[in-house]
């Protein structure tokens, strides 16, 4: 009985080197330095837009409640991207120095969002359209960054984006703009 070409991909994948994967992952949208691909931070993205949407459209508070995490390797194999398979085999090999603060960065900004999504449902029930827009606003300004962050480990730069709490502290306290 003979290997199937799955299984030979999957043995040859576990044992390339980091050099050899920084080479196979050359020319495509995952960096050569960490192994992660920017196209993961869309996800967030989606969500970051719906919120800011609600103090303009309140009805859009039912997108952001539909909204759910989802793993990086989810991401990717639910998406159509032709080199999904590429990048979940390469996400498995980034380099622990990247790939942990970027798995803790992305657990903040998953929490972040359930945070926001249920502040903004319990603000938009008040019927109070100013506190709305603050909270619309500290929301946008403390997800970007934290998508900020994640970029910056993606592209190699490590842990270097940290939100600013008192700027959204000052956008809720109605003191202060995105």
């Not at 859009?60 to 991207?81: G, L, N, Q």
Request: proline fraction near 4%.
């Amino acid at each position: 009985m003979g290997t199937s070409p799955i299984e030979v991909r999957m043995v040859e994948t576990a044992d390339m080197s980091y050099a050899a994967w920084q080479e196979r992952v050359r020319g495509t949208n995952v960096s050569t330095v960490t192994l992660l691909a920017t196209d993961y931070l869309n996800h967030f993205n989606e969500a970051i837009m719906l919120l800011g949407m609600v103090p303009d459209m309140p009805e859009v508070i039912a997108d952001c409640r539909a909204w759910r995490p989802k793993s990086y390797e989810a991401h990717f194999r639910d998406s159509s991207f032709s080199e999904r398979d590429l990048i979940i085999a390469a996400y498995a090999h980034a380099p622990l120095r990247y790939r942990i603060p970027f798995e803790r960065t992305i657990d903040e900004i998953n929490a972040a969002i359930t945070k926001w999504i249920a502040r903004m449902d319990a603000v938009q029930a008040t019927g109070d359209p100013a506190a709305l827009a603050r909270e619309g606003a500290a929301a946008t300004l403390e997800l970007q960054a934290l998508v900020a962050k994640a970029s910056a480990i993606i592209h190699g730069a490590g842990e270097t984006v940290v939100v600013d709490q008192s700027a959204v502290d000052a956008i809720i306290a109605g003191g202060g703009s995105p």
